[in-house]
């Protein structure tokens, strides 16, 4: 992956929880709960398995991806309510990312909280968002 696109990923995991808690906020209304963490995700030194940042890695990089489609959709409209469904369809789309990888958003948003402060929690996950795998 070129500069900008790693520069894009690196900005997308400094905003993650910008999106998040309104997508969370989302899932809980609509019926689709948090499930509980899932058993084996951290060792006991709170250190995350590499099952756990593939997964989350591959999210934060299609998240990116729906994040910059919606945001250019976002920015050819003037019309609040054509942007506020723009705001709604992204939302579910990532909700969609979050549980094809067999994470709860709640899961996401941990393990995004811990990458802003885990720096090299941080460089594991873009790694695996630059991959592409």
């Not at 906020?25 to 951290?42: E, I, L, M, V």
């Not at 591959?58 to 469904?85: D, F, G, N, V, W």
């Amino acid at each position: 992956m070129n500069e900008v696109g790693m520069a894009a990923l690196a900005a997308a995991l400094g905003v993650a929880l910008a999106v998040t808690p309104s997508v969370a906020q989302q899932t809980q209304q609509g019926g689709r709960g948090a499930a509980a963490p899932q058993s084996g995700a951290t060792t006991q030194q709170g250190k995350l398995s590499d099952a756990t940042v593939q997964k989350v890695g591959t999210a934060l990089r299609q998240m990116a991806t729906i994040r910059q489609e919606y945001s250019e959709r976002a920015q050819s409209t003037t019309a609040p309510q054509q942007q506020k469904e723009l705001t709604d369809q992204a939302q579910t789309e990532m909700v969609k990312v979050i549980s094809d990888q067999g994470l709860s958003v709640q899961q996401y948003n941990q393990v995004i909280q811990m990458a802003q402060a885990d720096p090299g929690l941080k460089e594991r996950l873009l790694q695996v968002a630059q991959s592409g795998d």
